[in-house]
């Protein structure tokens, strides 16, 4: 029974850290979009905006940098409101993204700020691209420092929420292990409605889409027949690098 003068709960909290603008669309918008659906809080920390490695488009139509910077910036936040996330860019500068004191600490600031339930983030490797395992040490490290009381800071000392690492392009490659299948299926025109947003990397937009086709079908053969899923499940590949918590075994 809820009484009338009782504080309404807390939404949970997702923190997303992606080095680049597209990042969090590819790799994990159906997360993103499933947590904001039901009413949860999510938080993309957006490290660049990708604007040396990942705009050739942009680059080969004559633009300068501080144009491609804004039409990245534009595309993610679109993107994020699309989602129904907010976004926060820290304009550390792509290719090479470097791992620095001032950056962690930036970061530490919002895991203290946003007291994360869960933490979306890269892999530890990825060597097709440099910035991914920088992204990933720093959202780690931040993380680890967040909860130290003694550290200096804004805001309270986090717990140790649980974190998923997002499929990398070429998980073959990455060390990359699909231990969970994330059943995206209900928000899967939105993630696709933000992955259109990014026309910076319009050649990745059909193969984020056959990826998910692809998790779908592994999905429905881990589940089983019987569940009633979709004929045309989609889905996303995450990997836990900390032991799962429980009372039970499911």
Same mark, same amino acid.
């Given at each position: 029974?809820?009484?009338?003068?009782?504080? =309404?709960?807390?939404?949970?909290?997702?923190?997303? *850290?992606?080095?680049?603008?597209?990042?969090?669309?590819?790799?994990?918008?159906?997360?993103?979009?499933?947590?904001?659906?039901?009413?949860?809080?999510?938080?993309? =920390?957006?490290?660049?905006?990708?604007?040396?490695?990942?705009?050739?488009?942009?680059?080969?139509?004559?633009?300068?940098?501080?144009?491609?910077?804004?039409?990245?910036?534009?595309?993610?936040?679109?993107?994020?409101?699309?989602?129904? %996330?907010?976004?926060?860019?820290?304009?550390?500068?792509?290719?090479?993204?470097?791992?620095?004191?001032?950056?962690?600490?930036?970061? *530490?600031? #919002?895991?203290? %700020?946003?007291? &994360?339930? #869960?933490?979306?983030?890269?892999?530890?490797?990825?060597?097709?691209?440099?910035?991914?395992?920088?992204?990933?040490?720093?959202?780690?490290?931040?993380?680890? $420092?967040?909860?130290?009381?003694?550290?200096?800071?804004?805001?309270?000392?986090?717990?140790?929420?649980?974190?998923?690492?997002?499929? &990398?392009?070429?998980?073959?490659?990455? +060390?990359?292990?699909?231990?969970?299948?994330?059943?995206?299926?209900?928000?899967?025109?939105?993630?696709?409605? =933000?992955?259109?947003?990014? +026309?910076?990397?319009?050649? $990745?937009?059909?193969?984020?889409?056959? $990826?998910? #086709?692809?998790?779908?079908?592994?999905?429905?053969?881990?589940? +089983? &027949?019987?569940?009633?899923?979709?004929?045309?499940?989609?889905?996303? %590949?995450?990997?836990? &690098?900390?032991?799962?918590?429980?009372?039970?075994? %499911?």
């Amino acid at each position: 029974m809820t009484h009338g003068n009782a504080p =309404a709960a807390t939404p949970r909290s997702t923190l997303v *850290v992606t080095a680049h603008a597209g990042d969090f669309v590819w790799r994990a918008g159906g997360a993103i979009a499933l947590a904001a659906s039901r009413g949860e809080k999510v938080t993309i =920390a957006c490290l660049t905006f990708g604007e040396r490695g990942e705009s050739a488009k942009a680059w080969r139509e004559g633009k300068k940098l501080d144009e491609i910077k804004a039409i990245r910036r534009a595309e993610a936040e679109q993107a994020a409101a699309t989602l129904g %996330a907010e976004v926060r860019f820290f304009d550390a500068g792509d290719y090479p993204l470097l791992v620095t004191p001032e950056l962690t600490d930036r970061l *530490v600031e #919002v895991y203290r %700020a946003t007291q &994360p339930d #869960v933490v979306l983030t890269h892999p530890v490797e990825d060597p097709y691209n440099g910035d991914h395992p920088a992204a990933n040490r720093m959202a780690l490290e931040a993380r680890v $420092l967040a909860q130290a009381i003694g550290y200096p800071g804004e805001g309270e000392i986090i717990g140790a929420p649980p974190v998923f690492y997002f499929e &990398p392009h070429q998980p073959e490659m990455s +060390g990359f292990r699909p231990e969970v299948l994330l059943d995206i299926t209900e928000v899967w025109d939105t993630k696709r409605k =933000a992955m259109e947003c990014l +026309g910076a990397q319009q050649h $990745l937009w059909d193969y984020y889409t056959d $990826l998910a #086709v692809r998790r779908g079908v592994q999905l429905k053969r881990n589940a +089983g &027949p019987n569940l009633g899923l979709a004929h045309r499940t989609m889905a996303e %590949a995450y990997m836990r &690098p900390y032991p799962q918590i429980a009372q039970e075994l %499911a």
